[in-house]
Nanobody
Framework: QVQLVESGGGLVQAGGSLRLSCAAS????????MGWFRQAPGKEREFVAA????????YYADSVKGRFTISRDNAKNTVYLQMNSLKPEDTAVYYC??????????????????WGQGTQVTVSS
């Protein structure tokens, strides 16, 4: 069992930065792939970024590539999403998720076993 708690969301102006954190409980964190997803009002949940259990492989949605960075600290059971050059279209609830899978296809397409409750990110223009 893995429990995930996101933090770090808030209100920021366009062009600004935020760092989201996702603290995980459970002994399986260090062997799990981790991902970030987001859901804007009236839209479906979409993939943002994912990282392999070792941190050696990362994957990004085209819409955030070059602006967002996913990383993890297995000693702290935490995964991060550094978001720079934020745009109003980045406004959404951001969720972290843990997966026992490692294929990029699975991680990008939402094959996760555990999900957090989400944290709101609002980017004003």
């Amino acid at each position: 069992q893995v429990q995930l708690v996101e933090s770090g969301g808030g209100l920021v102006q366009a062009g600004g930065s935020l760092r989201l954190s996702c603290a995980a409980s459970g002994r399986t964190f260090s062997s799990a792939s981790m991902g970030w997803f987001r859901q804007a009002p009236g839209k479906e949940r979409e993939f943002v970024a994912a990282v392999s259990w070792s941190g050696g492989n990362t994957y990004y949605a085209d819409s955030v590539k070059g602006r967002f960075t996913i990383s993890r600290d297995n000693a702290k059971n935490t995964v991060y999403l550094q978001m720079n050059s934020l745009k109003p279209e980045d406004t959404a609830v951001y969720y972290c998720a843990a997966s026992s899978r490692s294929r990029s296809y699975d991680l990008i397409n939402g094959a996760y076993d555990y999900w957090g409750q989400g944290t709101q990110v609002t980017v004003s223009s």
